[in-house]
């Protein structure tokens, strides 16, 4: 008795071929929603360490909040994808005002994370600041 192979040599090739092409002509992409991860909006929390009283100030981004002697600006701010532990992230930018020969130099000029604010310090004698929320 003669027993048959299901295919014939090279015929899996063929169709293994085949799937690849399909899968490279017509990929498949996962939808993402980016609606809610970037936000137009920053929430900051600044401390006066002299007088111990801490304010919430709202910024829009690409706009330039005076606070006191600071000129606080919030570039991009973006809040993470995943759901179990969230992230608030943003680019923010300060300036001192009472240094007038260094009007241009920035106090701060980096990213900012709301989990661990050590990361990227803000460090001023007078003031702290803390990244709240992005929407």
Not at 3 to 10: A, D, F, R, S
Not at 11 to 35: A, R
Not at 107 to 120: A, D, E, Y
Request: hydrophobic content about 35%; charged content about 25%; aromatic content about 12%.
């Amino acid at each position: 008795m003669l027993l048959k192979k299901n295919t014939k040599p090279g015929q899996f090739k063929k169709y293994l071929f085949l799937l690849v092409l399909i899968g490279s002509i017509f990929p498949i992409y996962e939808v993402k929603s980016n609606n809610n991860l970037e936000g137009k909006n920053t929430n900051l929390k600044i401390l006066d360490k002299i007088s111990s009283k801490n304010e919430l100030i709202k910024l829009n981004n690409n706009e330039e909040y005076l606070y006191k002697d600071l000129a606080i600006k919030s570039i991009k701010c973006a809040n993470s994808e995943f759901d179990d532990n969230p992230e608030i992230t943003a680019y923010i930018q300060v300036r001192d005002l009472t240094k007038n020969d260094n009007d241009n130099v920035f106090v701060f000029n980096g990213w900012m994370f709301s989990s661990s604010p050590s990361i990227t310090p803000f460090d001023h004698p007078v003031y702290d600041i803390w990244l709240i929320n992005c929407y």
